[in-house]
């Protein structure tokens, strides 16, 4: 038996603990929703006062619970804006110990970043502290107490409405008729969908909002080992034997990704979304998948 303490999504297992776990979920979900429509409704009538800064504001986010995918399209941002002689800033909640912000930290080196549940102090923090003259949000969609100029959200093609397992209308933090303000879809992991079913994804989408849509595909960027010592590209993987494990709240898109660069993937384990690795599971990991390469995501790295 493995060491690993492996802790795996709770809505994943079937039975009759699980199905009372999705259910009192599924509830608490619902509910959320329906005050997340009500503040919506209070904001579209001007009855909740929305504050607009004096740069560009951009946001990113996404409608279901777990990983989208938004990381790298914040980062893709910012290196658009530095790329036309901006100076960018990043204001995200930080959830989760920060898993993003020491990602974008790591590739983006120089770019200001504030993270605390207030996005209007820590977008002022980077204009008047940082100098920015273009804010960015991480996982902004649901914070409409800051005005942005571009709403762009992201779907995961593979699960667009957030485990459709669990009742009372899957992981939603809000309605899906919220994609309505969005200026801008970015579905993401089209990849994974046959044309027929990414056909039908796109018919969904288009009956929830007029915004543009583009497609984006995951693929692996570099290989580098955790002292950030790049080892190449996607070639290092090819027909190489790995052991693999990751804490995202997409871990099988981790390893059809993987799988798709040509690694064979013998051993795979998915922690919970954001975990703390600590002593324990570092005594495990170098236990586990004997003679076998041990292979990561850079979110993960970055707290290894």
Known sequence: MSPLRLVTHPLAHRGGLAGASRAALGAGLALLRQVARARGWAYD????????????????????????????????????????????????????????VRVLARNLPGVPQEAEPDRRAAARRLMEVHGCDVVILDDGFQHRRLARDLDLCVVDATDPFGLRTCPVGGLLREPAAALARADLLAVSRVDALDPAALEALEASLAALTAAPRVRLRTEVAGVSDLAGEDLGGVEWLEGRAVAAFCGLGSPEVFRRTLEASGARVEAFHAFPDHHPYDGRDLEALRAWGPGLARVTTQKDAVKL
């Open 45 to 100: 009538a001007g009855l909740l006062a929305v504050e607009r800064l004096p740069v560009p504001v951009l946001s990113v986010g996404n409608l279901s619970l777990g990983g989208t995918g938004k990381t790298p399209l914040v980062e893709e941002l910012t290196r658009r804006c530095l790329a036309r002689g901006h100076r960018p800033g990043v204001a995200s909640r930080g959830y989760g110990g920060g898993d993003e």
